[in-house]
């Protein structure tokens, strides 16, 4: 049977008109939960780094009650109901609210809380590579800087005019996949990246560009390395951008809405 959790989440950028109060959702500050948050800090440094004067940057505490079967369902369930009233505060009032990475959590009446660090579950299953792939790829990091040397060259000339459409291109696939690589929310990440990718190799071509991204990246990457045939990756990863870029799905709400890609 599903217990009934707390979940305090700590946030900022919130004008405190427009705190949300309702059966499941309380917004709250005040000396003991300043209080709280020090002692947490003093525990846990890295909530330091969203906001080591919680008083001075205006942090919100917002406690979230739910009723899950486990802590990690809790943690989700908690954060998606969050997240839907920070969508409003962003429409209303234009501010961008951050939550914290660090939660406090409670089931029932136990009179201890559990302190986690959460991130948002990615909202796209797809199947491991293996262990040693992150290790594979760092291994190459230097010969994959090499191999942007001759671009380098080429752009710090300081000439735009004289660079070739294919050079502007890869100037703006490189600042864009670089971007989404800062953003920190997976499906705008993933969606920044595609389109980084998809410029690249398809350019201003208009007509047919899955088969024509296929093409060119099966021509350019060896099908060992990519781990699946060249179409059947690119139809997979399409299908991830059209549902973000056509129905604003960026992530899924824990409703079983998660995208098998």
Not at 63 to 70: L, S
Request: net charge neutral.
């Amino acid at each position: 049977m599903p217990s009934e959790w707390t979940v305090l989440f700590f946030l900022k950028g919130i004008p405190q008109s427009v705190w949300c109060e309702s059966a499941n959702i309380r917004m709250r500050t005040g000396p003991a939960l300043l209080d709280l948050y020090s002692k947490v800090m003093n525990v846990h440094g890295e909530l330091g780094a969203f906001s080591a004067d919680p008083a001075k940057d205006g942090v919100c505490f917002a406690f979230v009650k739910m009723h899950r079967e486990d802590e990690g369902d809790a943690l989700e369930a908690g954060s998606h109901l969050l997240g839907h009233v920070l969508d409003c505060v962003n429409i209303a009032t234009g501010e961008s609210p951050k939550i914290a990475t660090l939660a406090l959590l409670r089931s029932g009446d136990e009179p201890n809380v559990r302190v986690r660090v959460y991130v948002n579950q990615a909202w796209m299953a797809w199947e491991p590579r293996g262990a040693g792939e992150w290790a594979a790829w760092r291994s190459r990091y230097c010969e994959n800087a090499q191999l942007t040397t001759p671009f380098l060259e080429l752009v710090l000339a300081d000439d735009w005019a004289g660079l070739t459409p294919l050079l502007r291109q890869m100037a703006h696939s490189a600042r864009l996949f670089r971007k989404a690589s800062a953003i920190g929310e997976y499906g705008l990440e993933f969606l920044g990246k595609f389109i980084a990718v998809e410029g690249l190799t398809t350019g201003d071509t208009t007509k047919n560009k899955r088969a024509t991204l296929a093409g060119r990246i099966g021509a350019l990457v060896p099908q060992s390395a990519l781990g699946w045939k060249p179409e059947a990756l690119v139809n997979r990863m399409w299908e991830c951008r059209n549902v973000i870029a056509h129905q604003a799905r960026a992530e899924s709400f824990g409703g079983g809405d998660k995208l098998q890609a």
